[in-house]
């Protein structure tokens, strides 16, 4: 069986949170996910970023979330797109922890000496082999088709900007623009699974058609 939840979902410490929504579905463990308000695609820290949820993924929350947590999976993920990050997990029995798990990745990617060239190569690694895979001509033309504004030369200009961040940058924007929420402390986080008996101060508790079930 898997292990207890949490009796209580509090308030992320040192994030400011805009919206909190928990719908409730009836399952045995929860998805748990954080999106922090960041940077465009052409901004300077997208690569670093892109690169830190690679880092964090692979390393931290991999043994905070799913080895030592109990839930099947987790990690993060920078969208330079739609300029988010994301923090998730999923089949996760022990949200509350999820949630400070997220808090405390912030903290040890922004602390010295956490994240060294190794760790930013073995992300490098990561990213290139995704964005040096074969791309399918009609994947090609809805990339372009959905964001006419990357061309080329917009494309090597972040791949110069990832083979050229350092640790030092990936400690930057973890603390810059994670750190207390991002850009205007925003920051939106939603849990998927059974209420149950938790105790859900601050958050918006809906059914799964997404109505009002308790304040």
């Known amino acids: 069986s898997p292990p207890q939840a949490s009796s209580s979902v509090g308030s992320a410490a040192g994030v400011g949170v805009a919206r909190r929504e928990f719908i409730s579905i009836p399952t045995q463990t929860n998805s748990v ?97 995704a964005i040096d895979s074969p791309v399918a001509p009609r994947a090609r033309g809805a990339r372009r088709f959905a964001h006419p504004e990357l061309g080329d030369d917009e494309r090597q200009a972040f791949r110069e900007r990832l083979l050229d961040a350092s640790a030092a940058d990936l400690r930057r924007v973890a603390a810059e623009r994670l750190a207390g929420g991002g850009d205007g402390a925003r920051a939106a986080e939603c849990i998927v699974g059974n209420v149950g008996g938790l105790e859900v101060k601050g958050w918006s508790v809906m059914t799964a058609e997404l109505k009002p079930l308790r304040d």
């Open 33 to 129: 996910v954080r999106t922090v308000k960041t940077v465009p695609y052409d901004h300077v820290d997208a690569a670093p970023l892109v690169l830190l949820s690679q880092v964090l993924s692979l390393g931290y929350l991999h043994r905070e979330i799913r080895e030592k947590g109990g839930a099947y999976g987790g990690g993060a993920a920078a969208n330079v797109g739609g300029g988010t990050f994301t923090f998730s997990s999923y089949r996760d029995p022990n949200q509350a922890e999820t949630l400070r798990a997220f808090d405390n990745a912030v903290a040890w990617a922004a602390s010295g000496g956490a994240i060294g060239p190794r760790e930013v190569e073995e992300a490098q690694l990561q990213c290139f082999k």
